[in-house]
Every structure is written in C-alpha cells, then in structure tokens.
C-alpha cells in the first residue's frame, strides 16, 4: 500500500519561508517522480512542481517559480518542497504526489498523500 505523508505545513505570515516534506513507503522511491499539488478553498487542485525520479529534472507552475525549490532525497524516501516569499494567495491544501514519469497535469500522478494545510497571513 502506497503512502505519502506531508508534515511542515502552518500558520505563516506573508513573506515567510516553509519547507514541506513528505515521507513515501510502499513504492519503489527512486522509480517514481515525484511532486507537489495544491487545492485552495473554491478553486481546483494545481500543479505546484515536480522532479524527476533522479532528481535532474524539476518543473515548476508559472505562480510559483523563483520562489520555491524541489529536492529528493532517495536514500530517505523523502521528496522536499521549499517555499519562500510566501503570499497570501498561496493559501491552500498542499498534497504530495507521485507518478510513474514527470508532468505538470496533476490528473497524471497515481497517487496523493492527504495533504498539510499551509496558511498565509497578510
């Protein structure tokens, strides 16, 4: 049984870091891509960004590039997401994803923790 735990997320004021994390067991780690998905209250999940099972490869949403940052650690079944210059908007559910190859769909990930709530003050 595939599991993906997110743990870091909180309450944060505009303009703070946070880092997410997120622990994967019942999977081949180092086969997968793996990324990060987020659903704001009223509006459809998106994609956040993504790296590849090597971790050479990163793909980032248009919102949220040069501001967070993707890393892996296979020997530690650990995929990481470091948030910075946070903003109010980026309020949301942020789920932890995997799938077999890298995209920027969501719908292409097979599997989804159950999310950390990050919220931003203004």
């Known amino acids: 049984q595939v599991q993906l735990i997110e743990s870091g997320g909180g309450l944060v004021q505009a303009g703070d870091s946070l880092r997410l994390s997120c622990l994967a067991s019942?999977?081949?780690?180092?086969?997968?891509?793996m990324g990060w998905a987020r659903q704001a209250p009223g509006k459809e999940r998106e994609f956040v960004g993504g790296?590849?099972?090597?971790?050479?490869?990163?793909y980032y949403a248009n919102s949220m590039k040069g501001r967070v940052t993707i890393s892996r650690d296979n020997a530690k079944n650990t995929v990481y997401l470091q948030m910075d210059s946070l903003k109010h908007e980026d309020t949301a559910v942020y789920y932890c994803?995997?799938?077999?190859?890298?995209?920027?769909?969501?719908?292409?990930?097979?599997?989804w923790g159950q999310g950390t709530q990050v919220t931003v003050s203004s």
């Open positions: 994803v995997a799938g077999p190859t890298l995209d920027t769909e969501v719908s292409e990930y097979d599997h």
């Open positions: 019942g999977l081949t780690f180092s086969s997968y891509a």
């Open positions: 790296i590849s099972w090597s971790g050479d490869v990163t």
